[in-house]
C-alpha cells in the first residue's frame, strides 16, 4: 500500500498502523483531508499488514473542526457535496473491519468530533476538549454527528451537546461516554496508551473474528434484530473457513481458555 498522501502521515509497527493529521496549525478538515482519509480508509481495510489502527492528530490538536473558509460562501449544491464527501470518508473509517482507536489530544471540535465518533474507541487526553459547536456557526454537525452520537451516548445528551455548542473537558466526556479512557501525562502518552491497547489486538487476536463481530455490531445497529441475528450467522459461519478458529477450539479443548496463538489465517 503507498498511504502517499498530503495531509495524513501512516506509519506501520507491529500490525499497528498510525495515522496522524498534517495540516498545521490545527488540522482543520477541508475536501482534501476527507479525501484523503477515505482513501487511507481503503487502504487499510485492504493491507494485510495492518490488524489495528490509531488516528490521531498529534500531541497537541486533533482537529478543531471544518475549513470555515472553504465553506462561508457554498450554495446549498456545494455544501452537499462537501458534505457527502466528508460523510463518506468517515463512513469508509467506521466500516474498517479491523480495531480503530482515536488518540484525542487538545481540540476535536466538530468535524474532528466526528472523526473521532468514527472509531470504535475514543481515548482522550486529560486537557482535551471535544464538542460540536456548528449551531453556534448558524448551522448543524454534517459529517455524522447528528446520527452517531445519539447512538453513542443516547439521545437527550447528544442534543444537549449538538443544541448548546459548548465545548466539553475529558472528564465531563468520560462521563457521557463520548470518550472511553482519559490518560494521563502528555499527548505522547495518549498516543502511547491507543498504540499500545491497538497492538494487543494486533498480535494477540484472530483478525477474521475480529472482523466479523466489528461487521455484525456496525450493521446490525442499523438495521432490524431480525436481519441482524442473518448478518451475525453469516459472519460466524465465515469463521469457521478460518485456521484461526481451528487453533483457537482445539487448543481450548486441551488447554483451556486463553492460551490460543493465533496465526491470522
Same mark, same amino acid.
Given at each position: 500500500?503507498?498511504?502517499?498522501?498530503?495531509?495524513?502521515?501512516?506509519?506501520?509497527?507491529?500490525?499497528?498502523?498510525?495515522?496522524?493529521?498534517?495540516?498545521?496549525?490545527?488540522?482543520?478538515?477541508?475536501?482534501?483531508?476527507?479525501?484523503?482519509?477515505?482513501?487511507?480508509?481503503?487502504?487499510?481495510?485492504?493491507?494485510?499488514? =495492518?490488524?489495528?489502527?490509531?488516528?490521531?492528530?498529534?500531541?497537541?490538536?486533533?482537529?478543531?473542526? *471544518?475549513?470555515?473558509?472553504? &465553506?462561508?460562501?457554498?450554495?446549498?449544491? /456545494?455544501?452537499?457535496?462537501?458534505?457527502?464527501?466528508?460523510?463518506?470518508?468517515?463512513? $469508509?473509517?467506521?466500516?474498517?473491519?479491523?480495531?480503530?482507536?482515536? !488518540?484525542?489530544?487538545?481540540?476535536?471540535?466538530?468535524?474532528?468530533?466526528?472523526?473521532?465518533? !468514527?472509531?470504535?474507541? $475514543?481515548?482522550?487526553?486529560?486537557?482535551?476538549? %471535544?464538542?460540536?459547536?456548528?449551531?453556534?456557526? @448558524?448551522?448543524?454537525?454534517?459529517?455524522?454527528?447528528? /446520527? $452517531?452520537?445519539?447512538?453513542?451516548? @443516547?439521545? *437527550? #445528551?447528544?442534543?444537549? &451537546?449538538?443544541?448548546?455548542?459548548?465545548?466539553?473537558?475529558?472528564?465531563?466526556?468520560?462521563?457521557?461516554?463520548?470518550?472511553?479512557?482519559?490518560?494521563?501525562?502528555?499527548?505522547? !502518552?495518549?498516543?502511547?496508551?491507543?498504540?499500545? =491497547?491497538?497492538?494487543?489486538?494486533?498480535?494477540?487476536?484472530?483478525?477474521?473474528?475480529?472482523? &466479523?463481530?466489528?461487521?455484525?455490531?456496525?450493521?446490525?445497529?442499523?438495521?432490524? %434484530?431480525?436481519?441482524?441475528?442473518?448478518?451475525?450467522?453469516?459472519?460466524?459461519?465465515?469463521?469457521?473457513?478460518?485456521?484461526? /478458529?481451528?487453533?483457537?477450539?482445539?487448543?481450548?479443548?486441551?488447554?483451556?481458555?486463553?492460551?490460543? #496463538?493465533?496465526?491470522?489465517?
Amino acid at each position: 500500500m503507498a498511504y502517499d498522501f498530503e495531509f495524513l502521515k501512516v506509519e506501520i509497527e507491529e500490525g499497528v498502523a498510525t495515522v496522524r493529521l498534517d495540516r498545521p496549525k490545527m488540522n482543520a478538515l477541508n475536501n482534501q483531508v476527507f479525501l484523503e482519509i477515505g482513501n487511507c480508509a481503503t487502504e487499510l481495510q485492504y493491507d494485510d499488514e =495492518v490488524r489495528a489502527v490509531v488516528i490521531t492528530g498529534g500531541e497537541k490538536v486533533f482537529a478543531a473542526g *471544518a475549513d470555515i473558509k472553504e &465553506m462561508v460562501g457554498a450554495t446549498p449544491a /456545494q455544501v452537499a457535496k462537501i458534505i457527502g464527501g466528508a460523510q463518506d470518508a468517515l463512513t $469508509r473509517l467506521e466500516n474498517v473491519l479491523k480495531p480503530v482507536i482515536a !488518540a484525542v489530544n487538545g481540540f476535536a471540535l466538530g468535524g474532528g468530533c466526528e472523526l473521532s465518533l !468514527a472509531a470504535d474507541w $475514543r481515548f482522550a487526553g486529560e486537557k482535551a476538549q %471535544i464538542g460540536v459547536p456548528e449551531i453556534l456557526l @448558524g448551522i448543524i454537525p454534517g459529517a455524522g454527528g447528528t /446520527q $452517531r452520537l445519539p447512538r453513542l451516548i @443516547g439521545p *437527550a #445528551r447528544a442534543k444537549e &451537546m449538538i443544541f448548546s455548542g459548548r465545548f466539553y473537558d475529558a472528564a465531563t466526556c468520560l462521563e457521557y461516554g463520548v470518550v472511553d479512557k482519559v490518560v494521563e501525562g502528555d499527548g505522547a !502518552a495518549v498516543i502511547a496508551e491507543a498504540q499500545k =491497547v491497538a497492538r494487543r489486538y494486533a498480535t494477540k487476536y484472530p483478525p477474521v473474528a475480529l472482523a &466479523m463481530a466489528k461487521r455484525s455490531v456496525n450493521h446490525g445497529l442499523n438495521c432490524s %434484530i431480525i436481519d441482524g441475528l442473518a448478518i451475525e450467522a453469516q459472519s460466524i459461519a465465515i469463521c469457521f473457513s478460518t485456521e484461526d /478458529q481451528t487453533i483457537g477450539m482445539e487448543t481450548f479443548i486441551k488447554e483451556g481458555p486463553g492460551k490460543a #496463538r493465533f496465526i491470522g489465517k
